[in-house]
């Protein structure tokens, strides 16, 4: 199962295809297709793989990439996209509800497999994934109960203030030790997100990725309080978070902050992404705070 952008690029190319009245046995450039759909090579690649599939284009041997098939302006459409998995739904809306309060503390694997409709499999797959990130444990003997979480506005508020107050002061610390790796992998993972890849993950997998950035400076300050009190509060604040998600387009601006951020740390400017990270802090919050807002 592909993700959604890559079959909305499949069927942009299509159109592309249709509309320019492209020759059968024209090579289709990758890099092209990625700047005139503004993302990056890999899932035009990906589309172009779907397509041969349903028989729009072919693999080009001799050159690599494919070509436009004699057919393939009277090929069926690609397959239209399926927006996730039966795990990805579970999950998804348990915490949903756990986020509006429609679940109990305390609950067995019975009711969880009953109400979501789940197999032994699945639920456990689900459940350890929940686990795992820290907002459900197995209670002694039987049943799971779940963990404190941000759930009201002034919490979710509350949260934004204490990471403006200690992230900035721990770019700062005197023993700050630059993690040159971590930063520079964080960097290349923040910059396919900006590159297309952001229109692709789930908020689950955004969070992770935004968090890493932030986790990954923190522990360069070498203050186990400072690091420890992060992964409390990002912790705390992983479901509203979900449902709170940035509209992508927000997002990837914030990503591109990110390497930006990372790049005044390579390159040695600590008092100056110490200002960029207040600022970045203090944007988010309040796009985050204005799309939480009531309506009407």
């Not at 979710?156 to 107050?165: I, M, N």
């Not at 229109?199 to 932030?214: G, I, K, M, Q």
């Not at 927000?250 to 040695?268: F, G, K, N, P, T």
Request: proline content about 5%; some cysteine; aromatic content about 6%.
């Amino acid at each position: 199962m592909e993700t959604p952008l890559v079959t909305q690029l499949a069927a942009q190319i299509v159109d592309h295809m249709k509309a320019e009245r492209i020759e059968p046995g024209t090579q289709l450039v990758e890099r092209k297709l990625a700047e005139q759909f503004r993302v990056s090579r890999s899932p035009v690649r990906r589309a172009l793989t779907l397509l041969e599939q349903s028989g729009h284009v072919a693999a080009n041997p001799s050159r690599g990439g494919f070509t436009v098939c004699a057919f393939a302006m009277d090929a069926a459409a690609p397959p239209k996209p399926l927006a996730w998995d039966e795990d990805e739904t579970a999950y998804l809306k348990i915490a949903e509800d756990n986020l509006e309060g429609r679940l109990p503390d305390k609950v067995t694997d019975s009711k969880l497999a009953r109400d979501y409709g789940l197999s032994s499999a699945q639920l456990r797959r689900v459940l350890a994934r929940i686990a795992n990130e820290g907002w459900i444990e197995r209670l002694p003997g039987h049943g799971w109960a779940f963990l404190p979480m941000l759930k009201s506005m002034q919490s979710y508020q509350d949260s934004y203030r204490f990471r403006l107050a200690i992230e900035p002061a721990a770019i700062m610390e005197p023993g700050f030790v630059l993690n040159r790796a971590a930063l520079i992998a964080c960097r290349m993972q923040q910059q396919e997100l900006v590159d297309g890849r952001i229109w692709e993950v789930s908020n689950p997998t955004l969070f992770d990725l935004n968090r890493n950035v932030h986790e990954a400076i923190i522990a360069c300050s070498r203050n186990v309080f400072f690091i420890d009190s992060l992964k409390r509060v990002d912790r705390l604040r992983r479901l509203i978070e979900y449902k709170q998600s940035l509209d992508r387009q927000y997002a990837a601006v914030r990503c591109s902050e990110h390497v930006q951020l990372i790049d005044l740390l390579l390159a040695e400017r600590r008092e100056d992404a110490a200002v960029f990270m207040r600022r970045h802090l203090t944007s988010v919050s309040i796009e985050k705070m204005i799309e939480r807002a009531p309506r009407g």
